[in-house]
């Protein structure tokens, strides 16, 4: 299904949701222009939304005011769910390491 459509048999043979997949991904999205250049209404550059995902670099957006937060948000979520959620990092404390 895509946005609550069922895909036909035909489409499905024709390769339709592996080309929806594709021109979806994030390595597609980063390469459009309009996410190279130009900013959200707010002011943040597009590019700002691609960035490439490394452990612990999220210590170098989060003040640790926001770390704290977000740690006290997701333990509320998860509370009596059987998960839990660690932070480490290369630099901190509280670098979120693992959802187990």
């Known amino acids: 299904m895509f946005l609550g459509v069922p895909f036909t048999e035909d489409?499905?043979?024709r390769g339709v949701v592996e080309e929806i997949a594709k021109i979806c991904s994030f390595d597609k999205l980063?390469?459009?222009e309009v996410n190279k250049q130009g900013s959200s209404i707010l002011g943040i550059p597009n590019e700002s939304f691609f960035r490439?995902?490394?452990v612990?670099?999220?210590s170098n957006?989060?003040?640790p005011a926001m770390v704290e937060r977000m740690d006290k948000l997701i333990q509320q979520k998860?509370?009596?769910s059987g998960l839990t959620f660690k932070f480490s990092s290369k630099t901190s404390p509280?670098?979120?390491s693992s959802c187990d």
């Open 11 to 13: 489409e499905e043979k």
């Open 30 to 32: 980063k390469e459009v």
């Open 52 to 54: 490439k995902a490394r």
């Open 56 to 58: 612990g670099d999220w």
């Open 61 to 63: 957006h989060l003040i």
């Open 78 to 80: 998860l509370e009596n």
């Open 94 to 96: 509280h670098n979120i």
